[in-house]
């Protein structure tokens, strides 16, 4: 398929001024000197992973490493996560239906997937789209984590 000089000049130049650093369990996402996501992923004891969401979900590189992530976590045996988007400032569609696969993958192999979000237009655009009825969406970690039948502060072994 070819592209016209408009589309190939653009893609030249988000390619230019794009790049991806990952580290020590995050990956960031800098379009340049926009972030676009970034994505920290730490454990919490015993079994639940926390996926910190910051910036941009939409349709892009970035976004499609969440499905990279959660295929990581379903083959590593951890099966119960929250996604913690109150820092997430927008969503498309696609950064929706990012959420919905998540939440899919991780059920059919037997585990779950909650979200974290904070009034505003992020948690009305998971209202409006009625995602919250397959991803349920807390409004903060004590109430997500006692989804996942955890306290908040974890509770000592």
Known sequence: MRCGPNKAARRQRISANSRL????????????TAMLLTIEERHI???????????????????????????ELI????????????????MDSAGIGMLALASGK????GGKLVSVAVPGRVLQMLTMTQINSIVPVYRTMPEALAALGETFPPAAA
């Open 21 to 32: 650093v990952m580290g020590h369990g995050a990956v960031y996402a800098v379009r340049g």
């Open 45 to 71: 004891e015993p079994d639940i992973t926390l996926i910190e969401l910051k910036g941009k979900l939409a349709l892009g590189r970035e976004s499609q490493r969440i499905e990279q992530l959660v295929n």
């Open 75 to 90: 083959g590593s045996g951890r099966l119960r996560a929250i996604f913690d988007m109150t820092g997430v400032n927008y």
């Open 106 to 109: 991780l059920k059919e192999a």
